[in-house]
């Protein structure tokens, strides 16, 4: 099929920008629909290709999904426009949201609302969870590594990071080597370093900036950075890195705020590591007023995805050689095992932060343990997970989330 113009493939990216809710599964369906199914701008050997070159690289593999296609049909110019109209739609609304709970978060009635939301988001997490469990985990060696990973941060505090390296190594060490013949890579290497170098400079030169004045947005630009570099496995997996960073590490904020922020970016379109713009901006406000909290969530914005343009820019003219690499894809199931530990890490944190008012972190020498106060249980927390938890068997994402949280208010006027 003839390539499209800008301006009609301009109008699809806006499309799948705005309708883009579901989380990544049933965003890259509707990319798939709109892209491969009803226009035929690729093929599908093309999309998978890319699909799986994407769940290679950190960050949200949809929007790096739509970047590849628009470069694909357009250059680089069709990579931004697709990358950021992927973006921009949720991006707005969450940063409208996040006003109005910085000022009304502390009200009743938004308190009991978000009561339901945060019992509705430990089931999703749960549901979550299981989706990859059953994807990742396909033998002994991958159900070991999720052991570990989930022991390794859940009692030892080990950072993400590191799980991720270990876990990318070990994948990658003990994966049988290619005998197939890879495609000719048709780019020279000049080239791709001259792209990476320009696209790390766009990334990076503007947080240096930053760092030279110090305070509250060099920290927030920085910690999103290095959080842009290891999220493998998506932003649920991430979320605990961020949580214990965001929480415990910086107490920029509070569990609930943090269970708060995913359950506005779980109701938004577009990838749900938006809520590193949440945080962004919470962190921030709280330090300088709403403004300030404006310039918080533009760096972490910033922070989270000028890294995705950088390695599909660079990594895209790869695509097919990538795809019959063996150990690059040993790396990724080893990755994506570790996420399930990590998940369950997640889950487990989220529901004594909503079950319990008071939880203490307890060090007993290199071991950290996370105790409830038993007093402070909250029987309606218990009730409105069970709830969700079989609203989630009949219903969608949204009609949960919404009905749990009318749920909520119900139950807290009891």
Known sequence: MTAPSFAEALRVWTKIGVLSFGGPAGQIALMHREVVETRGWLTERQYLDALSFCMLLPGPEAMQLATYAGWRLHGVMGGLAAGLLFILPGAAVIMALAGLYAAFGDVPLVESLFLGVKAAIIVIVLEALTKVARRALKGAAHWAIAALAF???????????????VAGLYGFLFSAASTDHAPIIRQPVSQTVTTAAIWLGIWLIPLLALAAYGGMLADIGWFFSRLAVVTFGGAYAVLAYMSQAAVVEFGWLAPGEMMDGLGLAETTPGPLILVTQFVGF?????????????AGAGVALWATFAPCFLWIFAGAPYVEWIGTQPRLKGALAAITAAVVGVILNLSLWFALHVSFADVAQTQIGSLTLWQPVLDSFDWRAAV????????????????????SAALGVLISSL
Not at 151 to 165: Q, S, T
Not at 384 to 403: D, E, K, P, S
């Open 384 to 403: 409105l997970t069970l709830v969700a938890a079989a609203l989630l068997l009949r219903f969608g994402l949204l009609a949960v989330l919404g009905t």
């Open 282 to 294: 919470l962190a921030a406000e709280k330090a300088g007023g709403f403004w300030f909290g404006v």
């Open 151 to 165: 022991a390794g941060i859940f009692f030892l505090a080990l950072p993400f990071p590191l799980i991720v390296m």
